[in-house]
């Protein structure tokens, strides 16, 4: 007896829906019939969107951030600092320290962290035009800011190694305690990458 | 001093993906950059599956579920039983209980179950096609498979009542026990209709 699959049209999108990351084959269903239960212009408009940003969206020629202006608005500004670059793995990182408001230089964006297992080595990275960006003169200080975790630290290391030897100054931000934590529910690593990085109380 | 934002064509894409069901903020982040980093091709493809699902798809005239033939595969096959017609609630039920292999009958999705209180009343469900289908006296048996819960059971029995009297058989799926389930951790409603529904081993 033939058995009723979905309409032809309806199994492709899920099928779609299923490839993007953390999305499952019951998600999937949910998200494709509300597609097509919802009004027709949500559909659209999604359709629109991934389309126009695919187009649209590019690397900035200069620090690698995602941008659909060339270069980017942060690289453009005379409003900053051109003397301190924020290296970040991720463009969501850019977009986590600009929430904080504090930090006035610019950025790179490395697009991925070293992991040799996953086959990134440096070549991979963006860091050719990092090391580009630093003949110029200009740039002081390095912050790296790259996720503290080995593959993090590991491509934090090899980036000061590359750089103190122009003779910039290369910091890495700090390891502590969130703010509003615990100590009780820390785990050891982080409580004494704490406990080491005190300062003295002025 | 200017703050950076995603380019608008990035904080566009994340606002759709963030009005799908289940979908926040971060998670809609989070698939904006991996539509934007994967291979051109998944992007376009997911872009023209929406399209595509959201032309081609239509309600089966007949049962009111989703298809992209007039009439469903269902509906058009002369290998069903066109004496039970099995109402569920979503056609993602129809395609739950297709998966069973078991049932040989056709299908009516009512796309909904009355619910007063979200201002769902019979006429915003396909309850007047399902009548319709009725009239014809070929249908035998009515099953009626909303879910076992308030609304599908208030929507069974408003279902029976009026289908009752046209002097067609209607059930009721069977209350119980999952199949594999564990009788401490049943709950006891579960428990109790599971108690009412027993039936003698032959």
Known sequence: MKRLQYASALTRLIGELARLPGIGSKTAQRLAFFLLSAPPEVAVNLAEAIREAREKVRRCSEC???????????????????NVICVVQDPRDVAAIEKYRGYKGVYHVLHGVLSPLAGVGPQELNIQSLLARLANGVVQEVILATNPDVEGD???????????PLGIKVTRIAHGLPVGAHLE??????????????????
């Open 185 to 202: 529910y820390a785990d050891e690593v982080t409580l004494g990458k704490a406990i080491e990085g005190r300062r003295e109380i002025e």
């Open 64 to 82: 690698g951030n995602l941008t659909d202006v060339e270069p980017c608005a942060v690289c453009a500004s005379d409003m900053r600092n051109k």
């Open 154 to 164: 590991a491509t934090a290391l090899y980036l000061a190694r590359l750089i103190k």
